[in-house]
């Protein structure tokens, strides 16, 4: 059974870009979240959404946004890139919301803002 | 604001040897505490989590202990194998929130 997937593996940008990131759950889970990974440090949640309506929304600027599609999939999207914007950016789906539900998490898309 | 405090920062064992790794969190209101361990280039992968109507859970060679009132728990790896090399992180959550509040995460290394 495939994971949850992301999509690049691997992105470099100059500050003030914009970037789009992809997720696709496991199949049947309906709940997408995004955190992001500072080097040594632990992820951080960004979202959370569930039948494509947003859950939950950590603490970071507006310059962050992100949505689920019909098909449950999800995309991060950052806008005017910071060089503190480097980072992991993890995905993790669960099969619901609002109960506790365990998180799958992918590989992760490795940010390099330059 | 750290929600959830976790330490040590690194942890050196012989193989077989017991590592610890402990956290502690302050918002009552959390009830899901499960543990990740992470290798380098990957995202987290669960290990084991528990809930606080228990103060004890082994799976396999992994033990949670949880204290409600000390609001505190920790993660125990037996009989460690060099293979168990990795960033150990904990979290908490609850119902109501869904998201992961984790910890700063610990590098185990097991020397054979």
């Known amino acids: 059974d495939a994971g949850v997937t992301q999509s690049p593996t691997h992105l470099i940008k100059t500050r003030g870009q914009h970037v789009t990131l992809r997720c696709s759950p496991i199949?049947?889970?309906?709940?997408v979240s995004w955190y992001q990974q500072v080097l040594g440090q632990g992820p951080q949640f960004i979202f959370q959404y569930y039948e494509k309506e947003e859950r939950g929304r950590g603490n970071f600027p507006d310059r962050f946004s992100a949505r689920q599609f019909p098909n449950y999939s999800s995309e991060l999207n950052v806008n005017a890139l910071l060089l503190g914007d480097s980072a992991l950016y993890l995905c993790?789906?669960?099969?619901?919301?609002?109960?506790?539900?365990?998180?799958?998490f992918g590989p992760g898309t490795r940010l390099t803002v330059l | 604001q750290q929600q959830v405090k976790q330490s040590p920062q690194s942890l050196i064992v012989q193989k077989g040897g017991i590592p610890i790794i402990n956290c502690a969190y302050e918002?009552?209101?959390?009830?899901?505490f499960p543990w990740y361990q992470q290798f380098p280039g990957k995202g987290p992968a669960l290990l084991i989590a528990i809930r606080p109507d228990v103060s004890e859970k082994k799976e396999g060679r992994f033990t949670i202990s949880f204290n409600k009132s000390a609001k505190q728990f920790s993660l125990h790896i037996m009989d460690s194998q060099p293979g168990d090399s990795a960033t150990y992180f904990c979290?908490?959550?609850?119902?109501?929130?869904?998201?992961?509040?984790f910890g700063t995460g610990t590098r185990l290394t097991v020397i054979p």
């Open positions: 199949s049947g889970h309906k709940s």
């Open positions: 979290a908490a959550s609850s119902a109501l929130e869904n998201n992961l509040f």
């Open positions: 993790a789906s669960s099969l619901v919301w609002g109960l506790i539900s365990e998180q799958f």
């Open positions: 918002n009552t209101a959390f009830d899901y």
